[in-house]
């Protein structure tokens, strides 16, 4: 208790607040340029880190990686370009709700679950990052193959169209995660000589390409007249600026199921907040009231993307200080700095000097609250920004793609790959072919592909697939889990064949 | 105190801003003394790695050295030889420099058709740490030693399930020429990045990892260490077999050094070789060094660039008894 007070007296001082503000605002800005990922914001305050205490520099990562979680929705929203990959799933619901004049109502949606999956994954982190730790580290590859099979099974759902075109662009976008160095084996894939395709496609070409450059093109198909139309109008209607009580009430559920969604996926390393997201929208989607709203502006569309991916954030931290294990580069980065400043993560830390880890819980936590403030600031801004006429908006959201698909890596290459996904998401929005799918494809490949390789080496070095199956309890528990579920979708299935009840949504 | 406070703010408020101006804007007359604008260090790996963040503690109190900016850029991909790459074909001026180690230089081309010749394209500038790497196992393992570990991998050929952080890097290479000297018949999981080993280790996934970033899991218990890769013992753990004192055909130093494109002028090798050795035995970069388990191991411009010819050598003759790589 002694060292929780002095944990909150520590964090409670001018540099500590002042860290936060700096690492919020800093955040929100950078998370809105795309291609600048939170983690490349994250990496920009390490050196501070060296030269102040950890109470302060910490927090200060942690406040920027926050900010740019809520401040990358922002593009996504106006303008169909996420700022960082985790806010892509934002645009589905967002971007439609924006073109109606609600774009303030959508901004709102977005920082309300922002600031509650945050909160929520820090209580989460705080009180309970041991039990949740231990389970999470007896998940191997095997396991990971299941859950990452099973959420491509359940997030083919999200396409409502013809079932050969979901089937073309889903494996479309597998095929593409072929490409690149085998990761098993290092041997060149699909790369055709080129060096710069060893580590294969970048995601944020691919999302800023399909998503942002695509819109680009389809603009470009208008009668010239419409170009000197305003790209958004904002209604000036007060109710379609904010986000009333009522409304906050009804996502609830959203926001918790979300917030549960994102921490599971924090608290296992590398399935990331992209993938968080997704799973979010399909599961707000699944158990809606009005699942046909989604993808028109569904304000449970918004919440639950925002809210998973902000608690990734949070979680991603339960495994670095149980195990000093990081979940993510964010979480990589955050441990080098403690390392810096003389805290190993892990028990010892909570052990031999709590004090400032009971510090960086409390900065977290004023953190969420200062990101709400600042985030209110930032939307009028914003507003502010996109309210230009087509003819400008349109050439200037290129400008911004190219750059931020540059900025990765430093490649060229990646923008010329962008523009080419630009050209076939135009065309596959044309022919109703689902781009989503083709993305989901591309982002769940590489870990489904790593772990079914690593699980079928596992088991040739046990004796055989039921030893190796009997070695592992949670292996157990999930294959059961599936089982079960399986088996209640055949009976329904049956039943409706049988009694010829109405189809419900499958 | 308040005073200084507030100056320490001034400064953050003052970098960051620095940092996110490109770095084209402050370009000067082209003329003069070097450095006359920021200068560029190319990380191969995302950051947040051991090497990523000793080059961040090197670029700032190079940056203070030299007086202009030093950014750090992570130009990821091919196991760190598309960053290196990048660099070996970059103007040779000095303002644009790579992080390298023992990984893309020595070990990547004998496997992998880098986009670089090691003895030709660059110039090695300093060495400033030598990183360890421990084999390490679970804390509740059954193994008390590497021999313990080598007898049960012997009477169970292929049941020793073992990883490193990337396929075919140093500790990969390393560890796999010692089972095949002691006649070791192993698994080898590939994993990315050595917190999927370390979860790997203590989710029992696997029974053995080499890898660098364990302080956390070791101070807890949840891992021990059994040997280590490299010719230097263990700081603090000197009873820990190296694979040097083992007598295995591979032991390397895995080093963690600047390097530019080749030719690069001799004022900006002076001026970095200063650097370095100057930041090596500051206070400040020993105590960084300590909690990242590196030793501090400077190495002037023409002692570097022997050594790294000479591990180069080594390298491939050992692999080509050994009958991989080409």
């Given at each position: 208790?002694?060292?929780?007070?002095?944990?909150?007296?520590?964090?409670?001082?001018?540099?500590?607040?002042?860290?936060?503000?700096?690492?919020?605002?800093?955040?929100?800005?950078?998370?809105?340029?795309?291609?600048?990922?939170?983690?490349?914001?994250?990496?920009?305050?390490?050196?501070?880190?060296?030269?102040?205490?950890?109470?302060?520099?910490?927090?200060?990562?942690?406040?920027?990686?926050?900010?740019?979680?809520?401040?990358?929705?922002?593009?996504?929203?106006?303008?169909?370009?996420?700022?960082?990959?985790?806010?892509?799933?934002?645009?589905?619901?967002?971007?439609?709700?924006?073109?109606?004049?609600?774009?303030?109502?959508?901004?709102?949606?977005?920082?309300?679950?922002?600031?509650?999956?945050?909160?929520?994954?820090?209580?989460?982190?705080?009180?309970?990052?041991?039990?949740?730790?231990?389970?999470?580290?007896?998940?191997?590859?095997?396991?990971?193959?299941?859950?990452v099979f099973f959420a491509l099974l359940s997030l083919i759902s999200l396409h409502r169209g013809s079932a050969w075109k979901g089937i073309a662009a889903i494996s479309a976008g597998v095929l593409l995660a072929c490409i690149g160095l085998d990761p098993i084996t290092g041997a060149p894939r699909l790369t055709f000589g080129n060096a710069e395709l060893f580590d294969g496609i970048g995601l944020i070409p691919m999302l800023i390409g399909f998503l942002a450059i695509s819109e680009v093109f389809r603009q470009l198909e208008q009668p010239v007249r419409l170009l000197g139309e305003r790209a958004l109008a904002f209604s000036s209607r007060r109710e379609d600026n904010r986000l009333s009580g009522k409304e906050r009430l009804s996502l609830?559920?959203?926001?918790?199921?979300?917030?549960?969604?994102?921490?599971?996926?924090g608290a296992l390393p590398g399935l990331g907040s992209t993938v968080a997201a997704f799973i979010a929208y399909n599961e707000?989607?699944?158990?809606?009231?009005?699942?046909?709203?989604?993808?028109?502006?569904?304000?449970?569309?918004?919440?639950?993307?925002?809210?998973?991916?902000?608690?990734?954030?949070?979680?991603?931290?339960?495994?670095?200080?149980?195990?000093?294990?990081?979940?993510?580069?964010?979480a990589a980065l955050i441990l080098g700095?403690?390392?810096?400043?003389?805290?190993?993560?892990?028990?010892?830390?909570?052990?031999?000097?709590?004090?400032?880890?009971?510090?960086?819980?409390?900065?977290?936590?004023?953190?969420?609250?200062?990101?709400?403030l600042v985030g209110l600031g930032f939307i009028p801004l914003a507003k502010k920004m996109v309210s230009l006429p087509k003819r400008l908006l349109f050439p200037a959201v290129l400008v911004l793609a190219s750059a931020g698909a540059y900025a990765m890596r430093g490649s060229l290459f990646d923008v010329q790959l962008?523009?080419?996904?630009?050209?076939?998401?135009?065309?596959?929005?044309?022919?109703?072919?689902?781009?989503?799918?083709?993305?989901?494809?591309?982002?769940?490949?590489?870990?489904?592909?790593?772990?079914?390789?690593?699980?079928?080496?596992?088991?040739?070095?046990?004796?055989?697939?039921?030893?190796?199956?009997?070695?592992?309890?949670?292996?157990?528990?999930?294959l059961g889990v599936l089982a079960i579920l399986t088996a209640i979708v055949v009976r329904q299935r049956l039943m409706m064949k049988r009694y010829g009840l109405p189809k419900g949504p499958a | 105190m308040k005073r200084r406070g507030l100056l320490r703010w001034t400064l953050a408020v003052l970098a960051v801003t620095g940092a996110l101006l490109p770095a084209g804007c402050a370009r000067e007359g082209g003329s003069g003394e070097y450095p006359s604008k920021p200068v560029t260090i190319v990380v191969p790996y995302a950051p947040g790695?051991?090497?990523?963040?000793?080059?961040?503690?090197?670029?700032?109190?190079?940056?203070?050295?030299?007086?202009?900016?030093?950014?750090?850029?992570?130009?990821?991909?091919?196991?760190?030889?598309?960053?290196?790459?990048?660099?070996?074909?970059?103007?040779?001026?000095?303002?644009?420099?790579?992080?390298?180690?023992?990984?893309?230089?020595?070990?990547?081309?004998?496997?992998l058709d880098v986009p670089y010749d090691p003895l030709e394209d660059f110039t090695y500038l300093a060495r400033f740490v030598v990183s360890v790497h421990p084999v390490l196992v679970g804390g509740e393992s059954p193994f008390d030693s590497f021999p313990a570990v080598l007898e049960f991998a012997r009477a169970n050929p292929g049941r020793l399930r073992w990883s490193t952080a990337g396929i075919n890097g140093a500790p990969h290479v390393a560890t796999l020429a010692a089972f095949r000297q002691e006649?070791?018949?192993?698994?080898?999981?590939?994993?990315?990045?050595?917190?999927?080993?370390?979860?790997?280790?203590?989710?029992?996934?696997?029974?053995?990892?080499?890898?660098?970033?364990?302080?956390?899991?070791?101070?807890?218990?949840?891992?021990?260490?059994?040997?280590?890769?490299?010719?230097?013992?263990?700081?603090?753990?000197?009873?820990?077999?190296?694979y040097e004192q083992l007598g295995y055909p591979l032991a390397p130093a895995i080093f963690f050094g600047l390097a530019g494109p080749a030719e690069l002028p001799r004022d900006v090798v002076a001026r970095w070789d200063d650097a370095i050795r100057t930041i090596t035995a500051s206070a400040a970069f020993s105590d960084i060094a300590e909690r990242l388990n590196g030793n501090v191991a400077y190495l002037g411009h023409e002692e570097f660039?022997?050594?790294?010819?000479?591990?180069?050598?080594a390298a491939r003759r050992t692999l080509r008894t050994l009958g991989s790589g080409d």
């Open positions: 208790m002694e060292n929780v007070l002095e944990g909150i007296s520590l964090a409670l001082n001018f540099n500590a607040l002042a860290g936060i503000l700096l690492g919020i605002v800093l955040g929100q800005i950078l998370g809105s340029i795309p291609g600048l990922t939170a983690a490349m914001a994250v990496a920009l305050l390490v050196p501070f880190s060296f030269y102040f205490d950890p109470w302060v520099g910490i927090p200060m990562m942690l406040a920027m990686f926050k900010g740019s979680l809520f401040g990358s929705s922002i593009p996504a929203i106006l303008l169909r370009t996420p700022g960082t990959p985790a806010a892509a799933a934002t645009v589905i619901d967002g971007n439609p709700l924006a073109r109606r004049g609600k774009g303030g109502k959508a901004m709102h949606t977005v920082l309300f679950a922002s600031v509650f999956g945050d909160s929520f994954s820090d209580i989460v982190l705080i009180f309970g990052a041991g039990a949740l730790a231990a389970v999470a580290i007896r998940f191997g590859p095997s396991e990971y193959a299941i859950l609830l559920p959203t926001l918790l199921r979300s917030s549960a969604i994102g921490t599971a996926t707000a989607r699944r158990t809606a009231a009005k699942p046909e709203q989604f993808g028109k502006g569904s304000l449970h569309g918004i919440a639950a993307p925002e809210a998973a991916n902000n608690a990734v954030g949070g979680a991603n931290l339960i495994p670095l200080l149980a195990f000093g294990i990081p979940g993510d580069v964010a700095a403690l390392l810096i400043q003389g805290i190993t993560p892990g028990p010892v830390a909570f052990r031999d000097n709590p004090a400032p880890i009971y510090a960086i819980f409390v900065a977290m936590l004023l953190a969420n609250l200062v990101n709400y962008m523009f080419v996904f630009g050209l076939v998401g135009w065309l596959m929005a044309k022919y109703r072919f689902p781009s989503v799918l083709l993305l989901i494809g591309f982002i769940l490949t590489p870990i489904l592909e790593r772990s079914i390789r690593q699980t079928l080496i596992l088991v040739e070095a046990a004796d055989g697939w039921f030893a190796f199956v009997a070695s592992r309890p949670v292996l157990m528990i999930l | 790695g051991g090497g990523d963040t000793f080059t961040r503690a090197v670029a700032a109190q190079a940056a203070d050295i030299l007086g202009v900016k030093v950014f750090v850029e992570n130009r990821t991909g091919g196991g760190g030889t598309i960053g290196v790459g990048s660099v070996a074909r970059a103007a040779a001026d000095g303002y644009t420099l790579a992080f390298v180690s023992t990984s893309p230089v020595v070990m990547a081309p004998n496997f006649g070791v018949e192993a698994t080898f999981v590939p994993m990315q990045g050595s917190s999927e080993v370390l979860a790997g280790l203590l989710g029992g996934t696997i029974d053995l990892g080499v890898i660098s970033d364990y302080s956390g899991a070791l101070a807890a218990g949840d891992v021990r260490v059994l040997a280590e890769i490299g010719p230097e013992p263990i700081p603090g753990l000197p009873a820990v077999p190296t660039e022997r050594h790294v010819r000479a591990d180069i050598a």
